[in-house]
């Protein structure tokens, strides 16, 4: 009966290292969705993965930014050469079957830092 | 591309009055849900309620209701009876029912909401 999962939970990296950041969605959801969170920018969508389609990737800032999601489950998000504009809180939900009037269930994030 | 606008930043209600936070958002598609969602401290967001575009009729969910006003493209949320756990950011979302765009929720700037005693 566990949630959204989100690891790790704080990460500090320097500019121009490579980070991951792990979701681990509701067992059975077939949608997973990535989001950021930045004072400057609001709440942005990066990516949506619905079960076996190709992944809906409009929302991913540049092409530092990438995403899996493997087996149907976990999902990583990997930033690569991090900036300082990258500093956020990065979000995962999941959700049933990705329908439109789903609840998405959020996990608590994981806050990035870049120096 | 979809807007949410909340142009309240920040609202506070004292404990068991009732408080009515504000969104508009901009679109041309005429099948759509609206959303509100709690983050509390703790990061982790949460639906408080949602409402179906097509239905006239205003969500509630126990001391949560929507006033939606489609023609004005306006779903105000309303807290009755608040409690000191109802202090949050509420973001107001919006998702489209279908089209390229399905997957994704836009959401406003959000409303930071203080409860007092």
């Known amino acids: 009966g566990a949630g959204v999962s989100q690891s790790p939970s704080n990460k500090v990296t320097e500019k121009g290292k490579d980070v991951e950041l792990r979701c681990d969605p509701i067992s059975g959801h077939t949608a997973l969705y990535w989001y950021r969170q930045s004072l400057g920018q609001g709440l942005e969508f990066l990516i949506y993965?619905?079960?076996?389609?190709?992944?809906?990737k409009s929302g991913l800032p540049s092409d530092r930014f990438s995403a899996e999601r493997t087996g149907g489950s976990v999902s990583t998000l990997t930033i690569q050469r991090t900036q300082q504009e990258d500093s956020a809180v990065y979000l995962c939900a999941s959700s049933n079957s990705g329908g439109a009037w789903e609840t998405q269930y959020f996990g608590p994030g994981t806050r990035l830092l870049v120096l | 591309a979809q807007t949410v606008t909340q142009s309240q930043p920040e609202m506070s209600v004292q404990e068991a009055e009732t408080v009515t936070l504000s969104c508009t958002y901009d679109?041309?598609?005429?099948?759509?849900?609206l959303f509100w969602y709690k983050q509390p401290p703790s990061r982790q967001m949460i639906l408080v309620i949602r409402?179906?575009?097509?239905?006239?009729q205003n969500a509630t969910e126990n001391r949560f209701s929507v006033n939606f006003q489609k023609a004005a493209k306006s779903f105000s949320l309303k807290i009755s009876d608040s409690q000191l756990g109802d202090a949050a950011m509420y973001f107001c979302?919006?998702?489209?029912?279908?089209?390229?765009?399905?997957?994704?929720?836009?959401f406003g700037r959000g409303t930071q909401l203080t409860v007092w005693p």
């Open positions: 409402q179906e575009a097509y239905k006239q």
């Open positions: 979302a919006y998702r489209s029912a279908r089209g390229s765009t399905l997957g994704r929720l836009y």
């Open positions: 993965f619905q079960g076996n389609s190709a992944p809906d």
């Open positions: 679109t041309s598609e005429s099948d759509y849900y």
